[in-house]
């Protein structure tokens, strides 16, 4: 599967994609722009150091993005190298997990956007399931253990070693922060391509448990809203969700409210 993410035909497609995306630099101060010119000048050099194991990822560079709610989000922002990388490992592992993925998750799929997460949301209230348990999810991914992900990858049949020992780099390449690089034990940056599908495979057996349920429910990113039709019903789902995310998926409690 390695030599698949890093054959010619992914990487320019990757490639492409990093390109049209843009962005700001990574902590080598490498802009967008360049990348083409350094991958031609050094690509034999990186192709072999991820195949016998020696690649080491660069430490993401920590952004703060204001929320419009309050409060900020953390970004971790990867060299435009690692952030090819990362992209050519995405156009790989996407095909083998989506087409298993939860039909009412819509963050981060092809052939769907947040309009239609609206849109379902919309039919399902008029549908008349007008009370909604919202579960925010933003710090679930960050407090995921990285032993339970690399699991998670193994569980779908994901065996190629040099491939799962580049993940879990990129998941302990570390954050930089006022010039220093802080580990990274648990979780991955959000801000790289890789991250989004990673994400959506750890909260994959959350959504498979709504559906156990026959909950009705959106999912974009980390943010969940299950409907239901009475305060009595919301505050039951809230309370046995809140229990199974606190029991099977992580310590932590998230952030949740009905409303």
């Known amino acids: 599967m390695i030599e698949q993410v890093l054959s010619r035909a992914n990487m ?31 690509w034999q050099t990186i192709r072999e150091s991820i195949i016998n194991g020696t690649y080491e990822p660069s430490p993401v560079r920590r952004v703060e993005i204001p929320k419009p709610n309050g409060g900020i989000r953390l970004l971790g922002i990867p060299t435009v190298t690692d952030r090819l ?32 997460a609206v849109r379902k949301a919309q039919a399902l209230i008029q549908e008349g399931y ?9 710090k679930f991914f960050d407090r995921d253990h990285h032993d339970r992900l690399m699991a998670r990858l193994a569980e779908k049949k994901i065996t190629d070693k040099p491939l799962l020992k580049l993940i879990r780099k990129y998941l302990q390449s570390g954050v930089m922060v ?8 648990e979780g991955a940056p959000q801000g790289g391509p890789l991250s989004p599908l990673l994400s959506n495979i750890i909260l994959d057996e959350l959504d498979k448990e709504l559906e156990k349920r026959s909950l009705r429910f959106v999912r974009y990113a980390d943010d969940c809203n299950i ?3 009475t305060w009595k019903a919301g505050k039951r789902v809230k309370e046995s969700v809140t229990q199974f995310i ?8 998230p952030s949740e409210k009905c409303g």
């Open 246 to 253: 606190e029991k099977k998926l992580t310590e932590d409690k």
């Open 178 to 185: 006022n010039g220093l690089v802080e580990p990274t034990t």
């Open 227 to 229: 409907y239901v039709k």
């Open 12 to 42: 320019l497609s990757a490639l492409a994609r990093v390109e049209t995306n843009n962005g700001i630099h990574g902590v080598d101060g490498m802009s967008v722009k360049t990348l083409r010119e350094h991958i031609v000048q050094n």
């Open 130 to 138: 007008r009370i909604v348990v919202d579960l925010d999810l933003e």
């Open 85 to 116: 990388i990362q992209q050519a490992i995405t156009h790989v592992l996407a095909p083998v997990f989506d087409p298993k993925f939860s039909e009412h998750r819509y963050g981060f799929r092809p052939q769907r956007r947040g309009h239609d």
